[in-house]
């Protein structure tokens, strides 16, 4: 074993456990395999690789590792899948990681790792230092608690999260996410949501809105720039209001959003909190990292240092 990574890794027991999503990133996942094995190898780390048909099983097998005290457990996948193993090792002591083979990897963005499972494997896997990181607990209307790493929301986004996972699910990157808010668009009408503080940060609000967002990283949808200033580790949330635009002025915003992913309008309101309830006016459901949690109203709030994952030594 080399001498970082023993360094780095000498408090852990057991094999590193990977869980692969296989369908993640149009299989991208599962054909980086044999790489990764490779690597695991070289560095003179035991590895044991488990693919996943759902997130429901990979949550579950995350769950049944925890139970066995194993250490160090590894997503290999998007967004959705690092929220099924956080999900399944909540509450447990072993320190998480992704390995970004995804569609969107914004997560993994905010982690400071590069946008190749390969790469950031090694800066995790040989170099890597624990980080606590901020979850986020949603509780929607059906009374399920779910918690995700990222970005989550009700209205336009709501929607074209259904669609990415369906129609588009084959398209690259951002490009798969603009393409199903294109078409969520199409069919979209102005939803109005009623916003409330329960800790008291901010007055209640309404307002007829395209979507509205709260979010633990600062992109969400593969590099969309929704709230540039938020952290995953400073115990707070950004709640993300963009008010209802025409299409017209959807479609002028689009440039710029499939450039460099920022969304420049003055119809765009941030604030900063640890929990909101978001209630809307005709049934709506709420997403996080793109998977369809239930509907609203929606009960969410931060819960800080709530995992602990390994980030690149330099970050």
Known sequence: ????????????????????????GRGRARAY????????????MSSE?????????LELAARQS????????LALGGDGTFQALANGAFEGSAILGILPAGGGNDFAAALGLPNDPLVAGEAIVKDGKPRYVDLVRARTADGRTRLYA???G??????????????YRRFPGRLRYV??????LYEHQPLNVQIEFPRGEHARLEASALLAGVLNTPTYGAGLRLAPGASIDDGALNLVLIESLSKLEVL?????????????????????????????????????DGELFGPAPVEIEVVPKAVRVLVPASR
């Not at 009700?154 to 129609?167: K, S």
């Not at 393409?179 to 969520?184: E, H, I, K, P, T």
């Open 1 to 24: 074993m080399t001498h970082s990574t023993e360094a780095t890794h000498a408090f852990l027991r057991g094999p590193a456990i990977v869980f692969v999503n296989p369908s993640a």
């Open 33 to 44: 395999l044999p790489r990764l094995r490779r690597l695991f190898e070289s560095l003179e």
């Open 49 to 57: 690789f488990v693919e996943t048909d759902s997130a429901a099983d």
């Open 66 to 73: 925890v139970s066995h005290d194993q250490q160090l457990l």
């Open 150 to 152: 990222g970005g989550g």
């Open 154 to 167: 009700v209205g336009l986004d709501a929607e074209a999260a259904r669609q990415a996972a369906g129609a």
């Open 179 to 184: 393409a199903a808010a294109l078409r969520a």
């Open 252 to 288: 002028r915003l689009l440039p710029r959003l499939l450039g460099t992913g920022d969304l420049r309008t003055s119809r765009v309101k941030r604030w900063s909190i640890e929990g909101v309830k978001i209630s809307t006016d005709r049934p709506s459901f709420f997403h996080g």
